[in-house]
C-alpha cells in the first residue's frame, strides 16, 4: 500500500493503516531525532511524540505533499523542541556537562589504533560543538550535513525562511571550524 493510500485509510479510522505509515518511516525518523538530540531516550520520545501529533493531525496533511517529508518536519519539530526546552533547562542549571552525543557512542570499524584515537577526538569535539548550538543552529546542521537535506526543506520544517535557514547552518559550520582547528592545525604539522 503507498503511503498517500494508507494516509486516506488512516483518516478513515483504519489503525492498521497507520501502523503501516509508522512501521515504514520510524527508523528515519528515530535517526533524524537521535542524531538531534543525542541520545536514544529522548530520541524513541521524540519519535513517539511525532507519530501522535501526525495521527491527531491526519485531516490537515495536504495530499499534494509527501508523506515522509510531512513527518519529517513534524519530528524534527518536536526535536527541535526538545532541544529548546532542554537548553531553558541547562541554563537555569549552572556549570552541567553537555550530555554525551550519539558521536561518542558510535563504534568504528577501523583497525588502526592511531586512528581510532584521531577519529574519537573529533567525534568528542564535534560533540562540544553541537552543545554549543543553539537549538536552531544545531537542528538546520543536523539537517543538512547528517540528514542531506535541501536549504527550503530545513527551512520549512524549522519554519524558517532560506536566508535564516543559511545562517543558522553558517553559525553551526563556524562553531565546528572553532573547535576542530587545533585538530586540524596539529593534523597539518604532523
Same mark, same amino acid.
Given at each position: ?74 519530528? @524534527? ?41 584521531? @577519529? ?47 545562517? @543558522? ?22
Amino acid at each position: 500500500m503507498e503511503d498517500a493510500a494508507a494516509v486516506a485509510k488512516a483518516r478513515a479510522g483504519d489503525r492498521e493503516a497507520f501502523r503501516l505509515l509508522v512501521e515504514r518511516h520510524s527508523h528515519v525518523l528515530f535517526r533524524l531525532a537521535y542524531r538531534m538530540t543525542g541520545n536514544e531516550h529522548d530520541a524513541e520520545d521524540v519519535v513517539q511524540e511525532a507519530f501522535i501529533k501526525a495521527y491527531r493531525s491526519l485531516d490537515r496533511f495536504e495530499e499534494r505533499s509527501e508523506v515522509g517529508s510531512w513527518l519529517f518536519r513534524i519530528a @524534527s519539530n518536536c526535536a527541535f523542541d526538545l532541544l529548546r526546552s532542554r537548553q531553558r533547562r541547562e541554563r537555569l542549571v549552572d556549570g552541567r556537562e553537555p550530555e554525551e552525543d550519539a558521536f561518542a557512542r558510535t563504534p568504528s570499524t577501523d583497525p588502526d589504533p592511531e586512528r581510532l584515537a584521531a @577519529s574519537a577526538d573529533v567525534r568528542r569535539k564535534v560533540d562540544v560543538a553541537l552543545a554549543r548550538m543553539s537549538a536552531r543552529e544545531r537542528s538546520a546542521f543536523v539537517l543538512r550535513h547528517f540528514e542531506g537535506r535541501s536549504l527550503d526543506e530545513i527551512g520549512h520544517a524549522l519554519g524558517m525562511d532560506v536566508n535564516a535557514t543559511k545562517q @543558522s547552518i553558517l553559525r553551526a559550520v563556524r562553531k565546528v571550524r572553532q573547535v576542530l582547528a587545533p585538530v586540524v592545525e596539529s593534523g597539518a604539522a604532523s
